[in-house]
């Protein structure tokens, strides 16, 4: 069963678009134009979801986890890391890993320093969308390289018809995702009850 938050949903209903191959549009208020006080109350959500006393640390991946990270940091005083897509050259330490996109349908690097990412800590990863979970699987290999641990992942929005959400789950990752779309299908946008 689905945990919605409702003042997530409202806004998807009242601003999202659904488009061809299964893709919502939500650039008005997530991952191109912000909305601060939507993602002060989402990260709210977050902080009570996962006990900010079970993680030190909070990972995510450019660009749009960035922004629902740095908030949830800010609420719970915690650092937090974003792997980076491209790899700089003055980087100490560096674990890398690989990820499949199928919205893109390419293969990218994503890399994150061994200085901020160690075997003391313990991580929360957000993002902004779970279709697949390639971007997820990707981080959980970040997270091993590291010998770090793994808290939980949050998920601004999950998409139920792809299969990251039961991938995850059945790895037994506590996932929590504020919205939860059962089906893009015919332009319209229908929420897991
Ligand atoms: P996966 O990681 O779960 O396997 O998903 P996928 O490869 O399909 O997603 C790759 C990128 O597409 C991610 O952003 C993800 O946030 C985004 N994405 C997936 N489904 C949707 C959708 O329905 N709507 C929108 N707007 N984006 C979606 P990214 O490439 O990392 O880009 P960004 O973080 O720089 O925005």
Known sequence: MANNFPILVDRIKRDGRSLEGGILKVDGFINH?????????????????????????????????????????YLTHKEVVFAKKKKPSTMNNMLVTEVFSFTKNTTYQIC??????????????????????????????????????????GFLIEKSFQNGGKMLRDLNIHVESLATIASLDNCEITFEK
Do not use: C, W
């Not at 912000?34 to 995510?60: C, G, V, W």
């Not at 800590?121 to 902004?128: G, T, W």
């Open 112 to 153: 994150v320093s061994g200085e901020f990412l160690s075997a003391d800590d313990k991580v929360l990863f957000i993002d902004d969308f779970l279709a697949n979970g390639k971007a997820a699987s990707g981080i959980l290999d970040l997270v091993k390289q590291a010998g770090a641990t793994l808290v939980g992942m």
């Open 33 to 73: 134009q912000l909305d601060p006080d939507l993602l002060y109350h989402m990260s709210q959500e977050f902080a009570r979801r996962f006990d900010p006393n079970s993680y030190n640390k909070i990972l995510t991946i450019e660009a749009s986890g960035i922004a629902p990270a740095v908030m949830l940091g």
